[in-house]
């Protein structure tokens, strides 16, 4: 929206871009943005859900996206010519999707100890579910 | 009342008359035509004994819509009444019937009872006339046909669509088509040939597939080979719907049925249509068929492609993404487009998107898409797959069992990524969908006649046609999409799939988020954004324009907040007619009263709710002020005529501020208010924007607190923010003011002191004020001559100054301050009263008090 209003940003100027959008719920999706509307849903072509543990990440083709905007926490546009320098490892689906779980137990065994705690300490503490990350 | 009566009852004679409940204005035909099919089952039934029970009715409906109404209705259909969509159903209707009648024609031992059911009476219009009536029609009632150039070319797509009928019919059980994928038989229930029943087209090629494997592989490779651009089959092609037409059966060349497609393949649509793929392509893919396999013009498909594009064009609040229907359209005019293009360039003149019929859409393949190569290349361009299609076969394949198999890549065949947003159609009912076809078709057309071969649709032409072959590429390609040669297709199914959001539609976005940003008062919602703009521009013009100023816009709108809902009289009770605007209030909050805050300390607490007040009152003025302020700016956004009734609001502004000054409460809290700096800051405002009078008196109200105000001023000496609109205020003054004014002064003094001056002089203000008033004086004795004056006055005054000369004297020079501002006149007026020697004591102090220090111009010169 420069031309019309200075100062202000829309994701017009974003249209068939590589976007890399993180949502709320922790996902990162990479896809070309095809199509905006007023609530700022996109549709994402070609998408890839690319999936980060530690230093090595697995990208999981999806297809066409489309994400209601609400979810969307922040997006940016990827370069595409750096892209292929990413400091990180790429490993096949399955390999990260494992790591992933495996990730995922820890944090959950670490949780459950917390919680062990302090309940021995006489705390009961229940943490509502936000926006997971 | 009588009128809606009135109204009703017109409008419901000629639904009763119908019996069909077509709304709209439609012709007799039409709108018998209905009823005239149910006849047809009848007759059907009897004539044709119980194979054809299970006709779908619905199909046929279609057929008949797809026939055209260009046979009978020779008139430009009345489209002033309708919303295009009844139009568009005529015209569907018309082109089944039309259909209906080519076939029927082809077979001659039926022909008269054909044109019984077909025509009531006409012949079966099927001559140049007719067909030229097709072509007036067609622009306007949105007729896709094209032009039929022959009346041959017309049966082979029949003697096609027999062939077709034949196989199904032999090989189907009967298999309600689901709402999308009307396989039209050709004809309607009378047709003599042995109409298979409706199917979907996915049954019928299971069965062609069933058959036989081998002209099926045959078709595909001619498919490739005409995909390349040669000519090969097409003698073949041509010739063979002549010897089907003989042979009703399903076995002749082998090549037919699976000709049939590669066929209609080519053309784009035919295979694809629901309806026999010569239906409504009837003319024109016959023609095409007649010559050699069109490699699609690189015109058509791009338009197919752009209407769908610019189609989305928002009303206002709905997106405009949300277009249904359009795609069958789209789809149904590329391929025929396409095809029809080529090979008779001056039959399509004007036609070429009218080519599209909206059946052939509906006639998806489901499976098969991504298989041929053709298929990929009609399938991309069909931007949307025709409603009902399975989630991806939505381009048209048609009766293609056997391209070869695309590659798929997880994220789908490139045809079907290629297929445009607006692909809602999937989910439409059968009927809708044609009827929103056939509404949309019309868009397109409209559209590709406007806005033939855009760029995009060249890339995406280009695209089409060299993706047909290869593998999904974006994802091979992902990392060097934008570098690579190789990405020359890659780049181009890139571009491909750029510009699926028109510029329409970014507009209507970004009109969606200037709307926020509009309002009506700029320095209020966004003041430094305001300003900032403001300073900048001023830097750009260059330094010499005066400040501008961002116009509070005088857009009232004026929504009163008094707003009492719409009541109705004699209803019943009280009906609800709350809006979005004006919600219903359910709850009342108004201001509540702040709570009392009681502490334990309520001295403390009263004194600060007492200076809280104060700041209050303070801060009401201030309002008042920043109205005036915002009037004055206002005017300049309003046209001479209406600034009258700005002046007269910000005269009133000022009546309340002086109000606000003078009244008997406020000179009570005079004091207080002067205390604070605001107060001040407040009263130095509002004094420019008194007339005379009501300054005189603001003066009079100042002055009369003048020693107090000194002597709590004596630390702080805050009172000189006062001294220069006092003193502006003072000038204009007449001398019987200022006599006024140095009364009062007078008056004021404490009987103790010797003189009231000794207080003033020591302070700057006064002192400053006092010899403001002396400056007013020695103007006023400039400009009037003596005679005008008053003798009384006079006396008066010199009195005033004599007095002032002497307390003058009597202080040290070190005492008195400094002035600030110039006073130039004041020490001449003193000459004028004074005689020299008093002055020349004097005059020191007089200088000092009435020429800052830093003028080095002196304009005094020792009297």
Not at chain 2, 107 to 133: H, L
Not at chain 2, 393 to 405: D, F, K, T, V
């Amino acid at each position: 929206m420069s031309g019309y209003l200075p100062g202000t940003a829309s994701l017009v100027e974003e249209i068939d871009k590589k976007l890399l959008v993180v949502l709320r719920d922790g996902r990162t999706l990479i896809g070309y943005l095809r199509s905006i509307d007023q609530f700022a849903n996109l549709v994402l072509h070609r998408t890839i859900e690319r999936i980060h543990v530690g230093k090595k990440y697995g990208d999981i083709p999806r297809g066409i996206f489309i994400v209601r905007g609400e979810n969307v926490v922040l997006l940016g546009e990827v370069d595409t010519e750096n892209e292929k320098n990413l400091p990180l490892e790429e490993v096949s689906i399955d390999v990260i999707l494992d790591m992933q779980r495996e990730m995922q137990i820890a944090k959950e065994q670490e949780e459950e100890r917390k919680r062990k705690a302090l309940q021995e300490r006489g705390m009961h503490f229940t943490e509502q579910p936000e926006d997971f990350m | 009342m009588e009128n809606a009566i009135h109204v009703m009852s017109s409008s419901g004679m000629p639904a009763l008359g119908l019996g069909a409940g077509i709304p709209g204005s439609h012709d007799n035909e039409l709108i018998e035509a209905p009823e005239e099919e149910e006849e047809f089952d009848v007759l059907n039934d009897e004539t044709f004994g119980n194979c054809e029970g299970d006709w779908d009715e619905e199909e046929h409906k279609r057929f008949a819509e797809l026939e055209g109404e260009s046979f009978f209705d020779l008139q430009p259909p009345d489209h002033t009444k309708d919303s295009g969509y009844g139009n568009a159903e005529r015209s569907y209707r018309s082109q089944e019937e039309f259909l209906e009648q080519s076939i029927s024609r082809l077979m001659e031992e039926e022909e008269d009872d054909k044109a019984k059911f077909f025509g009531k009476g006409q012949p079966i219009p099927f001559s140049g006339r007719q067909q030229q009536d097709l072509l007036q029609v067609s622009p306007k009632s949105r007729n896709i046909w094209g032009t039929p150039s022959h009346d041959s070319q017309f049966r082979k797509p029949a003697d096609a669509l027999r062939k077709l009928f034949d196989t199904a019919k032999a090989g189907q059980r009967g298999a309600p088509s689901p709402a999308p994928q009307v396989y039209h038989p050709p004809m309607p229930t009378q047709s003599p040939v042995g109409l298979p029943q409706a199917h979907t087209l996915e049954e019928i090629e299971r069965q062609m597939m069933s058959r036989s494997r081998t002209p099926q592989v045959i078709t595909a490779e001619e498919l490739e080979r005409q995909m390349r651009g040669e000519d090969s089959p097409r003698g073949e092609y041509s010739r063979t719907p002549q010897v089907v037409n003989h042979h009703p059966q399903i076995g002749p060349p082998p090549q037919l049925p699976p000709g049939l497609l590669p066929a209609s393949a080519l053309t784009g649509e035919m295979p694809r249509s629901p309806f026999p793929p010569g239906m409504p392509p009837m003319p024109l893919p016959h023609h095409m068929a007649m010559h050699p396999p069109m490699t699609p013009p690189p015109g058509k498909p791009p338009t197919g492609m752009s209407p769908i594009n610019q189609h989305p064009m928002a009303n206002g609040r709905s997106s405009p993404i949300n277009i249904k229907g359009l795609p069958p359209g789209q789809n149904l005019s590329s391929p025929m487009g396409r095809s029809s293009s080529t090979p008779t360039p001056p039959l399509v003149r004007g036609m070429p998107p009218h080519f599209q019929s909206p059946h052939p859409a509906r006639l998806v393949s489901p499976y098969s898409i991504g298989n041929s190569p053709m298929a990929v290349n009609l399938a991309s361009r069909m931007m949307t797959p025709p409603p009902n299609m399975p989630p991806h076969g939505h381009i048209p394949h048609g009766p293609i069992p056997h391209m070869p198999p695309m590659p798929n890549s997880p994220m789908g065949t490139p045809p079907h990524t290629r297929i445009p947003p607006p692909s809602n159609m999937q989910d439409m009912s059968p009927h809708s969908r044609s009827q929103q076809q056939h509404h949309h078709v019309v868009d397109r057309r409209q559209e590709i006649y406007s806005q033939h071969g855009n760029g995009e649709a060249s890339d995406k032409h280009r695209a089409y046609r060299t993706n047909y072959q290869r593998p999904p590429p974006w994802q091979k390609n992902q990392p060097q999409r934008r570098q690579h040669q190789h990405p020359q297709q890659g780049e181009e199914v890139e571009d491909e799939y750029a510009g699926l959001m028109t510029q329409r539609e970014k507009d209507w976005i970004i009109k969606i988020q200037l709307l926020q940003l509009n309002t009506d008062n700029p320095y209020l919602d966004d003041y430094y954004y305001t300003y900032y703009t403001l300073r900048k521009k001023q830097e750009e013009s260059g330094h010499t324009d005066s400040m501008a100023r961002f116009l509070i816009p005088n857009f009232a709108k004026i929504e009163s907040r008094a707003y009492t809902p719409a009541q109705f009289e004699g209803s019943l009770g009280r009906l609800t007619t709350a809006s979005v605007h004006n919600p219903r209030h359910i709850i009342d909050v108004s201001g509540g009263s702040s709570p009392s805050e009681d502490s334990s300390k309520k001295n403390v607490s009263k004194e600060l709710r007492k200076f809280r007040q104060l700041l209050m009152d303070i801060e009401k003025g201030y309002i008042l002020l920043l109205d005036v302020d915002d009037i004055e700016k206002k005017v300049f956004a309003v046209p001479e005529d209406s600034r009258l009734s700005l002046f007269l609001e910000r005269h009133e502004k000022i009546c309340m501020l002086y109000q606000y000054f003078t009244s008997d409460e406020s000179i009570e809290q005079y004091m207080q208010i002067l205390s604070v700096r605001k107060g001040r800051k407040l009263l130095a405002r509002v004094l420019p924007l008194f007339t005379k009078n009501q300054a005189h008196v603001a003066l009079c109200i100042l002055f009369h607190h003048m020693q107090a105000l000194v002597r709590k001023d004596a630390a702080e000496g805050g009172l000189v923010s006062l001294t220069r609109p006092v003193c502006r205020a003072m000038e204009g003054s007449d001398l019987e003011s200022l006599v006024r004014l140095v009364n009062i002064l007078e008056g004021e003094k404490p009987p103790q002191t010797g003189s009231y001056l000794q207080t003033l002089l020591k302070n700057q203000f006064s002192a400053a004020v006092l010899c403001g008033l002396l400056n007013q004086a020695e103007q006023v004795f400039k400009d009037t001559s003596p005679v005008d004056m008053d003798n009384q006055l006079q006396t008066e005054w010199s009195q005033f100054v004599e007095e002032f000369a002497e307390g003058l004297e009597k202080m040290a020079l070190k005492d008195l301050p400094v002035a600030t501002f110039l006073l130039p006149l004041t020490e001449a007026h003193l000459s004028r009263h004074l005689n020299a020697q008093l002055v020349g004591k004097v005059e020191e102090k007089v200088h000092r008090l009435t020429t800052p220090l830093q003028t080095t111009a002196s304009s005094n010169a020792a009297s």
